[in-house]
């Protein structure tokens, strides 16, 4: 058995690393010059794209933005899992806005433009605060202005003037008070099981998310279900396969979608060892129309990246319960070089757990660390 991944990233190796057990091999593509690789040893294999898609079970991707000629590609083979409209959806944020627009699904007030001079009018009807994104090539906040009031609504057209917009539109959203981030992360099989890991809370910083706490604090069985309902309305409408996450906005008891990332999601990384079966395993499973295995939460998780960061000892490894997943990759200023995982009995041992951690480790680069270890300590 063996599966393919667009995209030779972390995600392509945890992948990798989850389905080994199973007996399931994973190569992946590296999509900038079509190369086979083992996403785990990054060896360049023999064999050409053509070969390893004849050969191999299915097609997945680790992210959304993969090339539109590779992507037709893969879909022509048959074996992509999600579908290709499932993957352009999350790599396009006015195909996913048309989407939770037609499915009737609670999301962010929001105005298309294609034109600059369109962004006065979007002003007038959203308010002066507002994220205006690029709908197409966005992560982890890159491609995204903010505008805090109409005093810097002439600066701003002057940066946005340079883009394209006919080619890549913008969506501007109102800036939502929200108080705070939850994201869902769920799966569904070839056979149309499903199954659902807990909400899980997020924290971000200028617009990348820091650290996810799992199961997020404080949530009821409406809320949950709620969450669950979108991906339900979602996963049946792009008779959808594998892990599909769902970040969402939480106003008093109301959800609303930010986004969707048709792909296992940093914010499910706790699942390696808070979860039964973690969300890699359980992608595996899906795309290859196994059963699903169990999405029990095992413990208390706190996710923690690490972010531009490099240089630290691995002494924090004696914290019970602390595990590393470091990535291997050049260090850049904001990559994501790896992260922590926490386990602990509860969440007043995992705020222990966290202050011991930040004993440990850079703080600049960790700047959510301690008020979190002590929101929890409080709970
Ligand atoms: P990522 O790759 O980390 O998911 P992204 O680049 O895809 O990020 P978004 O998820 O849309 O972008 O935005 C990043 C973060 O910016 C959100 O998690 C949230 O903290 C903040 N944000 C985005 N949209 C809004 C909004 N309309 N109102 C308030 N905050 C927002
Ligand atoms: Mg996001």
Same mark, same amino acid.
């Given at each position: 058995?063996?599966?393919?991944?667009?995209?030779?990233?972390?995600? %392509?190796?945890?992948?990798?690393?989850?389905?080994?057990?199973?007996?399931?091999?994973?190569?992946?593509?590296?999509?900038?010059?079509?190369?086979?690789?083992?996403?785990?040893?990054?060896?360049?294999?023999?064999?050409?794209?053509?070969?390893?898609?004849?050969?191999?079970?299915?097609?997945?991707?680790?992210?959304?933005?993969?090339?539109?000629?590779?992507?037709?590609?893969?879909?022509?083979?048959?074996?992509?899992?999600?579908?290709?409209? %499932?993957?352009?959806?999350? /790599?396009?944020?006015?195909?996913?806005?048309?989407?939770?627009?037609?499915?009737?699904?609670?999301?962010?007030?929001?105005?298309? =433009?294609?034109?600059?001079?369109?962004?006065?009018?979007? #002003?007038?009807?959203?308010?002066?605060? +507002? =994220?205006?994104?690029?709908?197409?090539?966005?992560?982890?906040?890159?491609?995204? @202005?903010?505008?805090?009031?109409?005093?810097?609504?002439?600066?701003?057209?002057?940066?946005?003037?340079?883009?394209?917009?006919?080619? #890549?539109? +913008?969506?501007?959203?109102?800036?939502?008070?929200?108080?705070?981030?939850?994201?869902?992360?769920?799966?569904?099989?070839?056979?149309?099981?499903? /199954?659902?890991?807990?909400?899980?809370?997020?924290?971000?910083?200028?617009?990348?998310?820091? #650290?996810?706490?799992?199961?997020?604090?404080? $949530?009821?069985?409406?809320?949950?279900?709620?969450?669950?309902?979108?991906?339900?309305?979602?996963?049946?409408?792009?008779?959808?396969?594998?892990?599909?996450?769902?970040?969402?906005?939480?106003?008093?008891?109301?959800?609303?979608?930010?986004?969707?990332?048709?792909?296992?999601?940093?914010?499910?990384? @706790?699942?390696?060892?808070?979860?039964?079966?973690?969300?890699?395993?359980?992608?595996?499973? /899906? $795309?290859?129309?196994?059963?699903?295995?169990?999405?029990?939460?095992?413990?208390?998780?706190?996710?923690?990246?690490?972010?531009?960061?490099?240089?630290?000892?691995?002494?924090?490894?004696? =914290?019970?319960?602390?595990?590393?997943? @470091?990535?291997?990759?050049?260090?850049?200023?904001?990559?994501?070089?790896?992260?922590?995982?926490?386990?602990?009995?509860?969440? /007043?041992?995992? %705020?222990?757990?966290?202050?011991?951690?930040?004993?440990?480790?850079?703080?600049?680069?960790?700047?959510?660390?301690?008020?979190? %270890?002590?929101?929890?300590?409080?709970?």
């Amino acid at each position: 058995m063996s599966i393919l991944v667009l995209g030779s990233g972390q995600l %392509a190796r945890m992948m990798s690393l989850a389905a080994a057990p199973l007996g399931v091999e994973v190569q992946a593509v590296d999509v900038s010059n079509h190369k086979v690789v083992d996403p785990v040893t990054k060896l360049v294999s023999n064999h050409s794209l053509d070969t390893m898609l004849q050969e191999v079970d299915a097609v997945t991707a680790e992210f959304e933005h993969v090339p539109e000629d590779l992507l037709a590609k893969m879909h022509a083979s048959g074996k992509l899992k999600p579908s290709a409209e %499932a993957i352009l959806t999350g /790599a396009d944020r006015v195909r996913e806005k048309k989407l939770l627009e037609k499915l009737d699904i609670a999301n962010c007030p929001f105005e298309i =433009i294609t034109d600059i001079e369109q962004l006065d009018a979007a #002003v007038e009807k959203l308010g002066e605060q +507002l =994220i205006i994104k690029a709908s197409r090539d966005g992560y982890d906040g890159y491609g995204q @202005w903010r505008m805090q009031d109409k005093s810097e609504l002439a600066g701003l057209k002057q940066t946005l003037s340079a883009l394209d917009l006919k080619k #890549v539109p +913008l969506i501007v959203e109102k800036m939502l008070r929200f108080e705070r981030e939850l994201s869902l992360v769920a799966v569904r099989n070839t056979k149309g099981q499903l /199954a659902y890991y807990p909400l899980a809370e997020n924290l971000h910083y200028q617009g990348q998310l820091h #650290v996810s706490i799992a199961p997020a604090t404080n $949530v009821n069985d409406a809320l949950n279900q709620q969450a669950q309902q979108v991906f339900n309305k979602l996963a049946e409408s792009l008779d959808y396969v594998g892990v599909l996450a769902v970040e969402f906005f939480q106003i008093g008891d109301t959800l609303l979608v930010n986004e969707i990332a048709p792909r296992v999601h940093n914010s499910g990384h @706790w699942t390696q060892q808070g979860a039964d079966t973690c969300q890699f395993e359980n992608h595996i499973r /899906a $795309v290859r129309g196994l059963p699903l295995g169990s999405t029990k939460v095992t413990s208390p998780t706190a996710m923690i990246n690490i972010i531009g960061c490099s240089s630290f000892s691995r002494e924090m490894l004696s =914290i019970p319960g602390c595990h590393l997943h @470091w990535y291997g990759k050049t260090p850049r200023e904001k990559r994501k070089m790896g992260h922590f995982n926490l386990v602990a009995d509860s969440y /007043a041992e995992l %705020a222990l757990s966290i202050n011991e951690l930040s004993k440990h480790v850079p703080l600049e680069y960790f700047p959510m660390l301690k008020d979190e %270890a002590e929101r929890l300590a409080k709970l």
